[in-house]
Every structure is written in structure tokens, then in C-alpha cells.
């Protein structure tokens, strides 16, 4: 099984700042064949279901608003909030759809600081 | 407008069954692999099973393979998880999850999620 750690645990940044979180795969989620990573990021906030962010890495998806960034190719990764608004405080996964078992990272809770 | 809603959760005795139901609508259900993956309460997600869009190839996460079955019914636009011999390590919240385009991609598309409790 591929195991996806993130980094940190939690994050506090005030609002109008950079927030970054980092999320590393145990093995290469870059299909060769296809030139993809097959990486997603997903928002959580209390009591609602995952909202996907990020697919394939940096591909944001219709809808999310371009503070929002995704970087890294091979087994690093990260997620980019360029200036937090107090609407982004959740819990964001990163998963890995590259093979099966589909794994996600532990998750990282975003605060305001 | 895409639509997923789960139902059929419950407080369920260890060594018990549900069925858990996914009706979708607002897309072409039977061209869509689904997925199902669960949350504990307080804990992350976890990937529990995955169908294709015809539903003659499933896979399972190690922890629920042998108890669980996940099918589908393209004539009722419904995804389903059948479950056995519960533990009370099943616990969660279950959501269905629409693979957003073949069969490895992400999620594009989530329910609300049913809650499933396993105690005695």
C-alpha cells in the first residue's frame, strides 16, 4: 500500500497570509505512461463531506478559488493557500489515486491564528 | 445538479448487517466508477471499496474484504454497500463518492453521508 504522510498536523496562520501543507507518498504516484500524478487534495469542514480542491497534482478544480494552489510531482507535494480567508479553516486530505488501495494522508487542521 | 444521498445507517449489534443505499441523480450514473469510503468519528478518511460502471469489477479495502459487498443498480441509479459481521472498528460515517472520470482519478462528487454505529 502506498502511505501518504502529511506535514503538519496542524497549521495556525492569520488571515492574509500564506498557508502550506506538504504531503509525502511512500512511492511515486507518476504514471509514466500518462506523464499525471495521480494526487488529489481535499477540503473538510465540520460536519459537511470532502470537497475536492486539487486533482492530478495542480489541476484546481472548476469553482475553487485561485488562492487556492497545487505543486510537486513524483512523491512531494504541496498545497499552496496564498492568502487565508476565514472561510478555509478546515481539515485537508491529500489521496492518492494511483493504485489500490486508494490511501489518504492523516489530514491537517487549518486554523486562524 | 449532481446529487449523491446515502441512507440506510443505524445503530447496528457487533456481528450484525446493514445495507447501505447511494441514490444518484443529476448525471449518467451508469457511466461512473463509485467509491465508498468511511470516517470514524474524530479520525481520517479511509477508502473502504470501489465498483466499476457496469458493476462487474469491485475492489475492497483489506479491512471489510470477505464481510462487505458493494453492488449497483443502473436501472435505479443506486450504489449499495452490504455489510456483515460487523465490528465495532466499522463504526463511521459512510460516504459515496463519484470517480470523477474512468477508473483512477479523484472524487469529484460526495453524499452527505450515512452514520453507521456498531455497539451492543
Known amino acids: 500500500d502506498i502511505v501518504m504522510t502529511q506535514s503538519p498536523d496542524s497549521l495556525a496562520v492569520s488571515l492574509g497570509e500564506r498557508a502550506t501543507i506538504n504531503c509525502k507518498s511512500s512511492q511515486s504516484v507518476l504514471y509514466s505512461s500518462t506523464n499525471k500524478n495521480y494526487l488529489a487534495w481535499y477540503q473538510q469542514k465540520p460536519g459537511q463531506p470532502p470537497k475536492l480542491l486539487v486533482s492530478w497534482a495542480s489541476t484546481r478544480e472548476s469553482g475553487v478559488p485561485d488562492r487556492f494552489s497545487g505543486s510537486g510531482s513524483g512523491t512531494d507535494f504541496t498545497l499552496t493557500i496564498s492568502s487565508l480567508q476565514a472561510e478555509d479553516v478546515a481539515v485537508y486530505y491529500c489521496q492518492q489515486y494511483y493504485s489500490s488501495p486508494l490511501t489518504f494522508g492523516q489530514g491537517t487542521r487549518l486554523e486562524i491564528k | 445538479e449532481v446529487q449523491l444521498v446515502e441512507s440506510g445507517g443505524g445503530l447496528v449489534q457487533p456481528g450484525g448487517s446493514l445495507r447501505l443505499s447511494c441514490a444518484a441523480s443529476?448525471?449518467?450514473?451508469?457511466?461512473?466508477?463509485m467509491h465508498w469510503v468511511r470516517q470514524a468519528p474524530g479520525k481520517g478518511l479511509v477508502w473502504v471499496s470501489r465498483?466499476?460502471?457496469?458493476?462487474?469489477?469491485?475492489t475492497y479495502a483489506d479491512s471489510v474484504k470477505g464481510r462487505f459487498t458493494i453492488s449497483r443498480d443502473n436501472a435505479k441509479n443506486t450504489l449499495y454497500l452490504q455489510m456483515n459481521s460487523l465490528r465495532a472498528e466499522d463504526t463511521a460515517v459512510y460516504y459515496c463518492?463519484?470517480?470523477?472520470?474512468?477508473?483512477?482519478?479523484?472524487?469529484?462528487?460526495w453524499g452527505q453521508g450515512t452514520l453507521v454505529t456498531v455497539s451492543s
Open positions: 463518492a463519484r470517480i470523477n472520470y474512468g477508473s483512477n482519478s479523484a472524487s469529484d462528487y
Open positions: 465498483i466499476n460502471n457496469d458493476g462487474s469489477t469491485t
Open positions: 443529476g448525471f449518467t450514473f451508469s457511466s461512473y466508477w
